[in-house]
Antibody, heavy 119, light 110 residues
């Protein structure tokens, strides 16, 4: 069974930093693209970042230059380093798995971790 | 990248069919057969319901179907059931090698 478990969320002041983690199990982590998607309370989903199994990384314009995605295949873990945080970054952050084939979708999701940016 | 446009709400009675539209541009929906749909119940993580425009993952009821014409994709739920009441989001791969989600549609079963 595929499992994705996020951790590292919490309350941080504007301008601060936070590092999210996603522990994966139940599949061969190194063979899959992995993604971060966020959702402000009561609002819609927003794609944040992707780390391809081939090594490429991509970011949304709203986080580029502030967030860094990384992965550690030996530990089946995905990370999101978030710097220069703003109130607009407040959201539940989900870790999601790509479909592993030629498609471009998010076929498994974690339960999410809440990040609150506030003074 | 602007969010894909979805109707804010759609409703139907049990047993009826409803369709949710998802409108983008030639740089996303219209340019790739990489449209997917997600169901999200309150305080739950999203669930993949349709991928590659019209394919269903195992375990998703066949009353869920997807299609695309030009820059607009659609999700149809046939034989609407009470448990289908949820928020639905479309997503598309884009020409910038990024992803974009739709604005979301709240489905109400009357």
């Amino acid at each position: 069974e595929v499992q994705l478990v996020e951790s590292g969320g919490g309350l941080v002041q504007p301008g601060g930093s936070l590092r999210l983690s996603c522990a994966a199990s139940g599949f061969t982590f190194s063979g899959y693209d992995m993604h971060w998607v966020r959702q402000p309370t009561g609002k819609g989903l927003e794609w944040v970042s992707t780390f391809r199994s081939a090594g490429d990384t991509f970011y949304s314009g709203s986080v580029k230059g502030r967030f860094t995605i990384s992965r550690e295949n030996a530990k089946s873990s995905l990370y999101l380093q978030m710097n220069s945080l703003r109130a607009g970054d407040t959201a539940v952050y989900y870790c999601a798995r790509g479909d592993g084939g030629s498609g471009e979708d998010f076929d498994s999701w974690g339960q999410g971790t809440l990040v609150t940016v506030s003074s | 990248q602007s969010a894909l446009t979805q109707p804010a709400s759609v409703s139907g009675s049990p047993g009826q069919s409803i369709t949710i539209s998802c409108t983008g541009t030639s740089s996303d929906v219209g340019g790739y057969n990489y449209v997917s749909w997600y169901q999200q119940h309150p305080d739950k993580a999203p669930r993949l319901m349709i991928y590659d425009v019209s394919d269903r993952p195992s375990g998703v009821p066949d009353r869920f179907s997807g299609s695309k014409s030009g820059n607009t994709a659609s999700l149809t739920i046939s034989g609407l059931q009470a448990e289908d009441e949820a928020d639905y989001y479309c997503s598309s791969y884009t020409s910038s090698s990024t992803f974009v989600f739709g604005t979301g549609t709240k489905v109400t079963v009357l």
